[in-house]
């Protein structure tokens, strides 16, 4: 998958910037009476548009461009609120007019709604980028975005991509990248230290695997998540 950081969030806005009105259905309605244009509200209506939770509308400017998009905010913010917000825009830098509570769930979303398997077609599609908002924590959502992108891009690989090897190196990957010591049991040792693992995998044609992963010091406590892993965080193959 991409970097998401670099391809679906900016920092900074710029004079082509759309704003994205995220509003609940009775300021969604005052916004577009006061502040909307003629031209907008006859828009809104010639589209039979209803100001229902999670839906969303393109406004129009008075020379045919993209004034403003309007979101329909529900009470709760989830990540899958708008999750399939970006795809029904057009491609460009976006940025949220309005501070809401649930922003950084958005954010997640905005990231998730774009996801694309590309292991063996190349995603085309232009990213439609995000200015940060000021309240979201960026480091969070971009933990749980790129988590999120390895667990679907292992849940989508076809099975003759990802046998035990493949796997094992996308668990060493991830322990190198957050300072965790990865080991992996295979063969004669992996029969005398785990015999249930290996009577397990040994029918395949692809030999199995005992994947550890360990981050901390040794006399961290086992309860903290800086501890080293114990049998129950260990992962298998």
Not at 122 to 144: C, F, G, Q, T, Y
Not at 197 to 210: D, F, I, K, N, T
Request: net charge positive.
């Amino acid at each position: 998958a991409l970097p998401i950081s670099k391809t679906y969030f900016t920092a900074r806005a710029t004079k082509t910037t759309t704003k994205l009105y995220c509003l609940d259905p009775a300021e969604a309605k005052a916004h577009v009476e006061k502040k909307g244009t003629a031209a907008q509200r006859k828009w809104i209506a010639a589209r039979g548009f209803e100001f229902r939770a999670g839906r969303s509308i393109l406004l129009p400017a008075a020379d045919g461009s993209i004034a403003a998009a309007l979101l329909i905010r529900p009470k709760t913010i989830t990540p899958w609120s708008f999750g399939s917000l970006p795809l029904g825009l057009p491609k460009g830098r976006y940025q949220l007019a309005n501070d809401f509570e649930g922003v950084e769930d958005f954010s997640l979303g905005w990231a998730l709604g774009q996801y694309r398997y590309d292991l063996f077609k190349k995603n085309k599609r232009a990213p439609r980028v995000l200015v940060w908002p000021k309240a979201a924590d960026s480091k969070r959502v971009l933990r749980l975005a790129n988590a999120t992108y390895l667990v679907r891009d292992l849940v989508n690989a076809p099975a003759e991509t990802l046998g035990p090897a493949e796997l094992a190196a996308a668990a060493r990957k991830v322990g190198t990248a957050y300072g965790a010591k990865t080991t992996i049991v295979r063969g004669k040792k992996l029969e005398k230290e785990y015999p249930m693992v290996h009577a397990v995998g040994r029918a395949s044609s692809r030999a199995p695997l005992y994947v550890d992963m360990r981050w901390g010091k040794a006399k961290d406590p086992k309860d903290r998540k800086s501890t080293r892993l114990n049998s129950s965080h260990e992962s298998h193959l």
